[in-house]
């Protein structure tokens, strides 16, 4: 079962899995075609899965060859407090925190997620139990620094308008987000492989992203799929 899991892991990701709760249910899982017609506009995310066990567990190991990585390397030189907005269980604080400039707090919708995060040690004054949509648990500009990790694309349209919102809200400088944009440069919609989110191009994003911050670029993420690749947009606020 371990080798099934890890191979599971090495090619779904959270970015795209819909939480596999059985093994049968884990190697017959049908991927939907990308040919198959896409929604749109989705007016509601799948939230289930936040709460499952497995996720949980998917959740220590998925970044490890490329996005716990990269979001060192773009948190290099920068100081002060710093959100990790979705954090799941807190791995990703433990990594960051290394960095003894920074001070990192976390925030996740989800309370179960939440409390494997404080069982894992992280001090639970640094997490709140929040929508990232909607974060009236901080003030204006608390953070130096924020960013999310494979999230935010499993926000409906109007999820991920309030997310930037808010993002910049709450954040005085910087703010880092990782999302799968689509090989094909075509904006495909809501699709669900696994677990339901956008699979659009850069150019969609791109413009959600400039909608509010001052400037915003883009770079390539080793995170990659059959049907996206990873991006990182980095979003500076003056």
């Known amino acids: 079962m371990n080798k099934i899991k890890r191979i599971i892991i090495a090619i779904c990701p959270p970015l795209f899995l819909k939480g596999f709760y059985k093994l049968k249910r884990r190697i017959s899982a049908r991927p939907v075609s990308q040919k198959e017609k896409p929604v749109l506009n989705p007016d509601k995310q799948d939230l289930d899965l936040y709460w499952d066990p497995v996720m949980a567990e998917l959740l220590e190991t998925w970044g490890e060859d490329h996005a716990w990585n990269e979001i060192q390397m773009l948190l290099v030189g920068k100081k002060g ?9 807190g ?18 919708i989800s309370d179960f997620l939440i409390q494997k995060a404080i069982k894992k040690g992280i001090n639970k004054e640094l997490l709140e139990v929040c929508d990232a949509t909607n974060m009236i648990c901080y003030d ?13 694309e499993h926000f409906t349209e109007k999820g991920i308008v309030k997310f930037v919102e808010e993002t910049y809200r709450i954040t005085n400088n910087f703010s880092f987000h990782m999302v799968p944009i689509s090989r094909n440069g075509i904006d495909n919609g809501w699709i669900s492989p696994y677990q339901s989110y956008f699979n659009n191009s850069e150019e969609w994003w791109l413009e959600k992203f400039k909608s509010k911050f001052k400037s915003v670029q883009s770079i390539n993420s080793g995170w990659k799929d059959d049907a996206s690749i990873g991006k990182w947009f980095i979003c500076s606020k003056k």
């Open 91 to 108: 791995i990703t604080i433990d990594i960051v925190s290394k960095n003894k400039d920074l001070k990192v707090y976390g925030c996740d």
């Open 140 to 152: 204006d500009n608390s953070f130096d620094t924020s960013y999310s990790i494979g999230s935010l």
């Open 81 to 89: 407090k710093v959100l990790d907005i979705a954090c799941g269980t």
